[in-house]
């Protein structure tokens, strides 16, 4: 199974930015696929998840302004990010896993991870 990530760059706080991650190797539609994010000298933290027919999940901190959506037919997930702040500055990594719900926030139930897309948010 590989995922390959896209889609970071550099944006203003207040803009938009939109991540992509394409999975391969394996029937996607039976994963759950999150993206995580580390920030320098900080913990890789969980972002958002999206879990076949199961409602997303999302980081307090990012709710409200990003969203993630699926395409099971292209084996796709994206997080589209608004309102984005400096303090999303981060790598963002798109995982996936077959993990049960309880253990959705958590990257060390994730078998299968991206590359990481580099996010950086100026001020």
């Known amino acids: 199974v590989q995922l390959q990530a896209s889609g970071g760059g550099l944006v203003q706080a207040g803009g938009s930015l939109r991540l992509s991650c394409t999975f391969s190797g394996r029937t996607f539609n039976s994963y759950t696929g999150s993206w995580f994010r580390q920030a320098p000298g900080k913990e890789r933290e969980f972002v958002a998840a999206?879990?076949?027919?199961?409602?997303?999940l999302y980081a307090d901190s990012v709710k409200g302004r990003f969203t993630i959506s699926r395409d099971n037919a292209k084996n796709t997930i994206s997080l589209h990010m608004n309102s984005l702040k400096p303090e999303d500055t981060a790598v963002y990594y798109c995982?996936?896993?077959?993990?049960?719900?309880?253990?959705?926030?958590?990257?060390?139930?994730?078998?299968?991870w991206g590359q990481g897309t580099l996010v950086t948010v100026s001020s």
């Open positions: 999206t879990r076949r027919g199961g409602v997303p």
């Open positions: 995982a996936a896993s077959q993990v049960v719900l309880s253990g959705t926030r958590d990257a060390a139930n994730y078998n299968y």
